[in-house]
């Protein structure tokens, strides 16, 4: 008999398979004494330490089948590993109660992660109770000696039904035989469903309770875009289903044709649509969901992923491939950004009590010049296979800005007397991320040819709440009106010198946040590849004038984040 369970669509899209349940094994830790504490803490820092291992190769696996973006999210579960709050408390209750590791890492990450669920309103802190709890299994499993499930060895055609997905059980999925998943638990903003929506597999998330009502044998029509799940459906049922992801299908075709379309809101205005990439590979996703642009190219990776600082053939070599593959359409490849949260084995940065406060970015160019130099040489070598736009990080003030420029005009003068061409045309503009600048931005706009806001440092910089730190993140809130006035002034800015200013940060792809931008009227909206698309679907529904008129009630009536928020919605229903 058919029966139907409700969720939220995670991710669009109609499938269906037979079910495979990803149970967990039993992590239940029992209490035992000790005597020998010392041995405790060495099987904790065992148990963490392989974790990390494992993170690593799922991060890497992430990496090549999701992109260098995803990925990011098992950096911040490492983190969480090296948390030492979490370690010191453990070793604490181990040492103070002579009890198992097991249990006391069990009790430790129990208070964090009640700590986190208690902030009920707050999505972010529920992600980040969500991450503990990933990590937390894989660190109980090593201690227990028990294995963990892994998505990845599946190889017949499925519907996972789960508690909840980790986002390392998501990065294992071959989207070839997972062809959809239904949870328990989660959100639309949980990793999860950002990962289901990248990968463009159908999901349906927070049905409560699917695990107890699907068994192994059962076959499913997963609705992705209703949020329904359909256990053993009749013919009728198939039948329905079949018509709507028929229809679906057009959908898509629909969205696919909006591939080579210019972004236009419904009254004819155009803005950009442009991609974030850390590597050369990025550019397929690119390509296939009808990136106008690279908005930003975070060249970091290139010295991260290396065991020494690349030589300069090696950048110019990765270069001129993004501007080769990107044809006529501009990248803007910004300038090497370590310092803060990425660290160079091989560049011996000093330990800092504030390293996003400290030295980092276009600060390390500035004084590591003959580092800045050499990537400076290889952009400029590959500026003649493509539209280059050449972008610094962490700009604070003019100075620095006049100083990044005259270096480059000096490489530049140099590569042109050495008789190596150069393209005359190169753009160069800075990113705004640090609030001094946003404050200072019509000073700025008569010098740089751009600005590119950077929210996911200019919001913790205003708001002085490090992006990384948990504890403080309910502060991290992209639609407080704050934030809207820093960013308009910056847009206004620009115009008013008859530049351009685009949005690199995570904010330029939040489906809320678009029709605030399209409003304050942001040229460029630089994001994840597979955001691309759907926010040109959403462009067409906008009409500018009418996001212009929220924008300004937003900034003139609301005075909290929630406030904006519902505004938003009511503009959009
Ligand atoms: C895009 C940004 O740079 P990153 O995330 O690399 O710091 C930003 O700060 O918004
Ligand atoms: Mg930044």
Redesign the pocket.
């Known amino acids: 008999m058919t029966s139907k369970v409700s969720g939220i669509a995670a991710s669009d899209g109609i499938a269906q398979a037979k079910a495979y349940l990803l149970i967990e094994p039993d992590l239940t830790v029992e209490k035992t004494s000790v005597t020998d504490t010392d041995v405790e803490k060495k099987r904790l820092s065992k148990a963490i330490d392989e974790s990390k291992e494992q993170l690593a190769k799922i991060r890497a696996i992430a990496a090549e089948s999701l992109g260098e973006e995803e990925a990011q999210v098992f950096d911040a579960h490492t983190m969480v590993l090296s948390d030492p709050d979490l370690i010191d408390q453990t070793h604490a209750v181990i040492d103070n109660e002579k009890v198992n590791a097991d249990f006391a890492f069990k009790q430790v990450t129990d208070t964090f992660i009640a700590m986190f669920e208690g902030m009920e309103d707050n999505a972010y802190m529920q992600e980040r109770a969500a991450d503990i709890r990933d990590v937390r299994k894989r660190v109980l499993a090593r201690l227990l000696n028990v294995t963990l499930p892994s998505p990845a060895t599946i190889e017949e055609e499925v519907i996972i039904i789960a508690e909840d997905l980790t986002p390392s059980d998501t990065a294992q999925l071959n989207k070839k035989y997972v062809k959809a998943f239904v949870t328990n638990i989660g959100g639309r903003t949980s990793h999860s469903a950002i990962m289901a929506r990248s990968l463009e597999i159908p999901a349906i998330v927070g049905t409560k309770n699917i695990t107890e009502l699907v068994t192994e044998e059962d076959y499913l029509i997963v609705d992705g875009i209703e949020g329904e799940v359909f256990i053993n459906p009749s013919e009728q049922d198939t039948a329905a289903f079949n018509k709507k992801a028929e229809e679906f299908s057009q959908l898509k075709q629909e969205w696919d044709r909006l591939k080579d379309e210019p972004s236009v809101t419904k009254d004819g205005k155009h803005v950009e649509l442009a991609a ?1 990439i850390g590597t050369p590979k990025d550019l397929e996703g690119v390509n296939s969901n009808g990136g106008e642009a690279v908005g ?1 190219y ?1 060249t970091e990776f290139l010295y991260m992923d290396s065991s020494e600082l690349p030589s300069e053939d090696d950048q110019y070599e990765a270069y001129k491939k993004v501007l080769e593959g990107m044809g006529e359409r501009p990248v803007v490849v910004r300038t090497m ?1 370590i310092g ?1 949260d990425k660290e160079l084995p091989y560049l011996e940065l000093p330990k800092e009590m504030n390293p996003f406060l400290g030295y980092r970015a276009i600060r390390v160019s500035l004084d590591q010049d003959g580092i800045f130099r050499t990537q400076l040489r290889a952009l400029l070598r590959a500026s003649v296979h493509g539209t280059l736009r050449i972008m610094f ?1 962490m700009i604070a003030t003019l100075p620095e800005f006049r100083e990044a420029k005259a270096i480059l005009e000096e490489e530049k003068a140099k590569l042109i007397e050495e008789g190596t061409a150069v393209s005359d045309s190169i753009q160069v503009g800075i ?1 705004i ?1 640090i609030p001094a600048a946003a404050v200072l931005a019509d000073q700025f706009a008569k010098e740089v040819d751009f600005f590119s ?6 919001i913790q910089y205003t708001m002085a709440a490090d992006r990384m730190n948990e504890r403080v993140s309910y502060l991290y809130q992209p639609y407080n009106p704050s934030i809207l006035r820093l960013i308009k002034g910056v847009i206004d800015a620009a115009h008013n010198e008859g530049k351009w200013a685009g949005m ?3 904010m330029a792809g939040d489906q809320i946040a678009v029709p605030l931008l399209v409003g304050l009227g942001l040229d460029e909206f630089s994001m994840s590849a597979t955001s691309i698309l759907k926010t040109r679907s959403l462009l067409k529904t906008l009409d500018s004038n009418k996001m212009k008129e929220l924008s300004a009630k937003a900034l003139s009536e609301c005075s909290t984040s929630e406030e904006v928020v519902d505004l938003v919605n009511q503009y959009l229903a």
């Open positions: 974030n930003l975070r950004d803060g990080p990113m991320e806001i950077g929210t996911n440092d200019l690199c940060g995570e």
